[in-house]
T-cell receptor, first 117, second 112 residues
Framework: NAGVTQTPKFQVLKTGQSMTLQCAQDMNHNSMYWYRQDPGMGLRLIYYSASEGTTDKGEVPNGYNVSRLNKREFSLRLESAAPSQTSVYFC????????????????FGQGTRLTVV | GNSVTQMEGPVTLSEEAFLTINCTYTATGYPSLFWYVQYPGEGLQLLLKATKADDKGSNKGFEATYRKETTSFHLEKGSVQVSDSAVYFCALSRRNNNDMRFGAGTRLTVKP
């Protein structure tokens, strides 16, 4: 059972280049997320998709776009990379809480280390 | 808005020492609370969770109690091991809302 798979694991971009980070989950989860992790700042939510066909902004959406391609896949696109986007990016997924149940745990991919020079 | 505040690290302990990592939260409604652990080079893994007030989450010797009156969810372990060295994140997720929020993380190093 693969869980959450992210590609690529490492990437170096030049300022102004574009790229798409891919994420896929095989747990039939409804919700998917993109976070960035920076030293001393923990994880910050970029975008999330509560269900197939919907996306919403998180804390730090500027400079990013997302696509929920289908239930399994949620991609993150940098249209014009900037050095401030150097970070480790994590994709996560979680099941939708049912009635009477609180929030749910998330399952994480292993991350993409992105450097923008 | 929803947010989580963790004690700043890094924390360095000797093996078999007692561990406490403080976590407080701000949220409307009744969030679920989580502790995640990140080992070097890996993604985050769920360590324990609690979904309502006074619940105690526990796993691998770690415990945390959901205290609504103090809006806290402190992580404790009675005797840490070298293998517990990692970064620990407190997190919350509200009922019917999958916008999950994480604290800044606390790096724990346990020395033999």
């Amino acid at each position: 059972n693969a869980g959450v798979t992210q590609t690529p694991k490492f990437q170096v971009l030049k300022t102004g280049q574009s790229m798409t980070l891919q994420c896929a989950q095989d747990m039939n989860h409804n919700s998917m997320y993109w976070y960035r992790q920076d030293p001393g700042m923990g994880l910050r939510l970029i975008y999330y998709s509560a269900s197939e066909g919907t996306t919403d902004k998180g804390e730090v959406p500027n400079g990013y776009n997302v696509s929920r391609l289908n239930k399994r896949e949620f991609s993150l696109r940098l249209e014009s990379a900037a050095p401030s986007q150097t970070s480790v990016y994590f994709c996560a997924s979680s099941s939708k809480p049912g009635q009477g149940i609180g929030g749910t745990e998330a399952f994480f991919g292993q991350g993409t280390r992105l450097t923008v020079v | 808005g929803n947010s989580v505040t963790q004690m700043e690290g890094p924390v360095t302990l000797s093996e078999e020492a007692f561990l406490t990592i403080n976590c407080t939260y701000t949220a409307t409604g009744y969030p679920s609370l989580f502790w995640y652990v990140q080992y070097p080079g890996e993604g985050l893994q769920l360590l324990l969770k609690a979904t309502k007030a006074d619940d105690k989450g526990s796993n691998k010797g770690f415990e945390a109690t959901y205290r609504k009156e103090t809006t806290s969810f402190h992580l404790e372990k009675g005797s840490v091991q070298v293998s517990d060295s990692a970064v620990y994140f407190c997190a919350l997720s509200r009922r019917n809302n999958n916008d999950m929020r994480f604290g800044a993380g606390t790096r724990l190093t346990v020395k033999p």
